[in-house]
């Protein structure tokens, strides 16, 4: 686990944006009874600006929550139109690891991680 979180970190220094795999959990389990593995949601840092876009590939109404190493960062209810992005600023954020939950109104999770480098603003 250690050595995953160095070499996510010292890839991430490296590369400038970067996309982070994400999991979705169905509210009744992994299985994925229509065998299609489209992701609801994308997930994408700007490093340099320090900008978390999400991009919803389905409608959805979900609660919003981007946890660092200060605690809760964003906490809102967001509502996305098909195919609609989301930025949200993260300046004045300190650097390191960053979690993102998403839930829907159904009970559905979506969840990732990405790590934002120390910069000076």
Same mark, same amino acid.
């Given at each position: 686990?250690?050595?995953?979180?160095?070499?996510?970190?010292?890839?991430?220094?490296?590369?400038?944006?970067?996309?982070?795999?994400?999991?979705?959990?169905?509210?009744?389990?992994?299985?994925?009874?229509?065998?299609?593995?489209?992701?609801?949601?994308?997930?994408?840092?700007?490093?340099? *600006?320090?900008?978390?876009?999400?991009?919803?590939?389905?409608?959805? *109404?979900?609660? /919003?929550?981007?946890?660092?190493?200060?605690?809760?960062?964003?906490?809102?209810?967001?509502?996305?139109?098909?195919? /609609?992005?989301?930025?949200?600023?993260?300046?004045?954020?300190?650097?390191?690891?960053?979690?993102?939950?998403?839930?829907?109104?159904?009970?559905?999770?979506?969840?990732?991680?990405?790590?934002?480098?120390?910069?000076?603003?």
């Amino acid at each position: 686990m250690i050595k995953q979180i160095f070499i996510t970190a010292a890839l991430s220094c490296s590369l400038l944006t970067y996309a982070e795999e994400i999991t979705y959990y169905k509210q009744k389990g992994m299985n994925n009874t229509k065998g299609t593995t489209e992701k609801p949601i994308d997930i994408t840092v700007d490093e340099p *600006e320090k900008k978390l876009s999400i991009t919803f590939n389905e409608r959805m *109404e979900a609660k /919003a929550i981007i946890s660092g190493p200060e605690g809760v960062v964003y906490h809102d209810e967001i509502s996305a139109s098909r195919h /609609a992005t989301l930025d949200i600023n993260l300046r004045g954020c300190e650097g390191g690891d960053y979690d993102i939950l998403l839930i829907d109104n159904a009970g559905n999770v979506t969840d990732s991680s990405f790590y934002l480098t120390e910069t000076a603003d």
